[in-house]
Nanobody
């Protein structure tokens, strides 16, 4: 079992930056693919970015490819989401998730954090 805890959310003006962190408990963090999802009010949860267990492979949704970067530090059991040039459309609750394979389908992830709010003002 793994437990995930996000941090780093907040209120930022458009064009600003935030770095989200997701700290995981347990000894098997390095075996999981990790991903960030987000959910805005009235919308479905959507995939933002993901990273393979060893960090060699990453994938991002098209709308954030030039602005967001995902990284992980397995020695610290932590995954990060660096978000630059934030836009009001990025406003959502951001969740980190862990699973056996790197996919964009949230139902395939076993472990979830409680979420952290990101609000981008115009």
């Amino acid at each position: 079992q793994a437990q995930l805890a996000e941090s780093g959310g907040g209120l930022v003006q458009a064009g600003g930056s935030l770095r989200l962190s997701c700290a995981a408990s347990g000894r098997t963090f390095g075996t999981y693919a990790m991903a960030w999802f987000r959910q805005a009010p009235g919308k479905e949860r959507e995939f933002v970015a993901g990273i393979s267990s060893n960090g060699d492979f990453t994938v991002r949704r098209d709308s954030v490819k030039d602005r967001f970067t995902i990284a992980r530090d397995n020695a610290k059991n932590t995954v990060y989401l660096q978000m630059n040039s934030l836009e009001p459309g990025d406003t959502a609750v951001y969740y980190c998730a862990g699973g056996d394979v790197l996919v964009t389908d949230p139902s395939r992830y076993r472990y979830w954090g409680q979420g952290t709010q990101v609000t981008v003002s115009s």
